[in-house]
């Protein structure tokens, strides 16, 4: 019987070390890109230019240069469609996270100075998340759990910005 309990004691305390193991990587494991030329990642358009993206176990954000057009069919492909704004009504938000806060984070981008930041709130957040105007096109898909999708595209800079959280 002492046997017994202790086989069984082992393969519950190495089930529970394994599931820890696995937690531990999911959770620090990630991908990076800095201003890459072309993209080579499965869930970005193979057009993607200029790329800057972090990729871990829940999230996925990215901005890049594409051109318009191209980049609208792929998002209709991926039955995520971008729809034109043509007005902004009051408290309604257009924005989509850019992927330089994840990056500072994983070291991979020294923070924003102090001598650098601005008083302006809206300067400042500017850094960490891209906002859209009239005449852009923005995507949202937000899941019960706060995941979800959010994806714009930039008329005037030519430049598009995805995030996907699975959470």
């Known amino acids: 019987m002492k046997k017994g309990c202790l086989i069984i004691f082992a393969a519950v305390a190495l089930g529970i070390v394994a599931l820890i193991g696995i937690a531990w990587f999911g959770l620090t494991h990630y991908e990076t890109g800095i201003n890459e030329k072309k993209s080579n990642l499965d869930w970005l358009p193979a057009a993607a230019e200029d790329v800057t993206y972090y990729e871990g176990s829940m999230n996925q954000q990215a901005e890049f240069s594409i051109d318009k057009d191209a980049f609208l069919r792929w998002c209709e492909e991926m039955e995520r469609p971008l729809q034109k704004i043509t007005e902004k009504e009051k408290g309604s938000d257009y924005s989509v996270s850019r992927p330089r806060r994840m990056l500072e ?44 999708y959010w994806i714009g595209y930039d008329v005037g800079e030519g430049r598009a910005y995805y995030q996907h959280a699975h959470n």
Do not use: M
């Open 105 to 148: 984070h994983a070291g991979e981008l020294e923070p924003i100075p102090d001598s650098e930041r601005s008083d302006d709130f809206e300067e400042y957040f500017s850094h960490y998340r891209k906002e859209f105007d009239i005449g852009d096109y923005y995507y949202s898909l937000v899941y019960r759990n706060s995941g979800g």
